[in-house]
């Protein structure tokens, strides 16, 4: 099975989630991991699993001006977070916006802030609905994976994001493209 994560990071954080459910999948598939500045359409077509993740940012997936408001956070005097590479470019609202049509099972899942989704919002639930806009089927619900208010991971959500792409894998597998 050929597997790719695309991801946003602002802070690097949901980057270390794509990274671990990489290794989750890893066992079971040939997996490309790249962020969504670097995600060309001709990848997917490829692809027997997509997963897409990103940051949520004002109860959804980031835009233009929440981008801009994570860049003034980190140069902030005394900030303890640092912008990851391509935060200027596009985000993943962007790069699902320009997708064409595809099939195959594919699944979504968000960074977030700790307590309830009716508070905090969840980036995932938009990318799941864009994905199967685009005619992708997931074979799970979208996940998120929790940070602290210091915009850290919380413990154990690392574990959590490798078991999940062990998860993603066994429900992927056998799922036929078209």
Same mark, same amino acid.
């Given at each position: 099975? /050929?597997?790719? *994560?695309?991801?946003?990071?602002?802070?690097?954080?949901?980057? =270390?989630?794509?990274?671990? *459910?990489?290794?989750?999948?890893?066992?079971?598939?040939?997996?490309?991991?790249?962020?969504? +500045?670097?995600?060309?359409?001709?990848?997917?077509?490829?692809?027997?699993?997509?997963?897409?993740?990103?940051?949520?940012?004002?109860?959804?997936?980031?835009?233009?001006?929440? $981008?801009?408001?994570?860049?003034?956070?980190?140069?902030?005097?005394?900030?303890?977070?640092?912008?990851?590479?391509?935060?200027?470019?596009?985000?993943? $609202?962007?790069?699902?916006?320009?997708?064409?049509?595809?099939?195959?099972?594919?699944?979504?899942?968000?960074?977030?802030?700790?307590?309830?989704?009716?508070?905090? @919002?969840?980036?995932?639930?938009? *990318?799941? +609905? $864009?994905?199967?806009?685009? @005619?992708? =089927?997931?074979?799970?619900?979208?996940?998120?994976?929790?940070?602290? /208010?210091?915009?850290?991971?919380?413990?154990?959500?690392? @574990?959590?994001? $490798?078991?999940? +792409?062990?998860?993603?894998?066994?429900?992927?597998?056998?799922?036929?493209? +078209?």
């Amino acid at each position: 099975m /050929k597997a790719l *994560i695309v991801y946003e990071s602002m802070f690097g954080n949901t980057r =270390t989630v794509a990274e671990a *459910i990489a290794a989750g999948l890893r066992p079971d598939a040939d997996v490309t991991v790249v962020p969504v +500045g670097e995600a060309s359409e001709d990848l997917l077509d490829a692809m027997d699993l997509v997963v897409v993740g990103g940051p949520t940012h004002v109860h959804g997936m980031s835009r233009a001006s929440t $981008r801009k408001s994570s860049g003034e956070q980190a140069r902030q005097p005394g900030s303890t977070v640092r912008l990851e590479p391509g935060t200027d470019g596009p985000g993943v $609202r962007d790069w699902l916006a320009g997708l064409g049509s595809h099939s195959g099972p594919a699944a979504a899942f968000d960074t977030r802030m700790s307590g309830p989704a009716v508070l905090t @919002g969840r980036a995932s639930r938009g *990318i799941a +609905g $864009r994905l199967r806009q685009h @005619g992708l =089927t997931l074979v799970d619900k979208p996940s998120s994976f929790l940070v602290t /208010k210091k915009n850290v991971l919380r413990a154990g959500e690392e @574990g959590r994001a $490798r078991d999940w +792409g062990s998860r993603l894998a066994a429900m992927a597998d056998g799922t036929s493209r +078209g």
